[in-house]
């Protein structure tokens, strides 16, 4: 059975996380009453960077000494967010490409499932650093892309709600992130620092988000067998509405810290 072909649209400026996450939400609803009305709903994949951001983990709300680790990363010029999903702490901004992708896992038959999704969300990014930049990646215990044994370059972290996904994956291209993490133990992984594209790749080869963009896009569509189409954002549409109000934010923001403050 040919599945339906995946919309995918890039935001030009830094998303507050916020932001991000409202719009995940409110597309999320409306697949979910596409699907249970009409059957005609649509799957999508956004790739974005945040705006600098801490973001922790549900279980980390309540502790005092997690809630002065957050004034402490306030005081970086970073946003600082508590959310429902599972996990730690961890960092998102520019220089890091995020992706989430909206997709429906039950339009397969069998539906896929959880871990293959999760599976083929990790062959994406490391057959995307290995085609792209000859980057071999180091095979660890730990969910995500290692470079080495110490050295993590992207991460997953995903959530499925009546067979509906949202979050996804981030990858560190640029090394403007690294300051950042270097300010926190990403994930609770005490003996693991993060890394980036450009820190594995030749000096000589010049590394950008956008240069990244059009294999990962390629590479998703191949992994999980669809057609990729671009989102126009400004055809009729409530997915459409909802993607302008998140790209109005992002650019309404302005400037951002470039390097922690302290």
Not at 24 to 38: V, Y
Not at 49 to 73: C, I, K, W
Not at 156 to 181: D, K, M, Y
Request: negative net charge; charged residues 25%.
């Amino acid at each position: 059975m040919r599945l339906p072909p995946v919309f995918y649209h890039w935001f030009l400026d830094p998303l507050p996380y916020m932001e991000g996450l409202l719009m995940q939400e409110r597309i999320h609803a409306l697949q979910l009453r596409a699907r249970k009305t009409s059957g005609n709903h649509r799957d999508f994949l956004f790739l974005l960077e945040h705006r600098p951001v801490y973001t922790f983990g549900r279980r980390q709300a309540n502790d005092p000494e997690e809630m002065a680790e957050a004034s402490r990363l306030e005081a970086t010029g970073a946003d600082v967010v508590f959310t429902t999903r599972g996990g730690q702490t961890t960092y998102h901004g520019p220089g890091q490409i995020v992706g989430y992708p909206l997709l429906d896992l039950g339009r397969s038959s069998p539906p896929m499932g959880i871990r293959d999704y999760i599976c083929r969300m990790q062959k994406l990014l490391q057959t995307h650093l290995a085609e792209e930049h000859d980057i071999k990646y180091a095979t660890s215990e730990h969910t995500g892309v290692f470079l080495d044994a110490h050295t993590k370059v992207a991460s997953i972290g995903v959530q499925v709600r009546h067979r509906l996904t949202t979050h996804g994956f981030a990858v560190n291209v640029t090394s403007e992130p690294l300051q950042w993490f270097d300010r926190v133990v990403a994930c609770g992984l005490t003996d693991v620092r993060a890394g980036s594209i450009a820190d594995a790749v030749s000096s000589y080869e010049p590394v950008s988000v956008l240069d990244e963009l059009p294999g990962l896009i390629r590479r998703f569509g191949r992994l999980y067998q669809r057609e990729m189409i671009p989102l126009d954002i400004h055809a009729d549409g409530e997915v459409e509405q909802v993607v302008r109000e998140a790209q109005a934010e992002a650019t309404s923001r302005g400037l951002w810290h470039r390097a922690p403050l302290v």
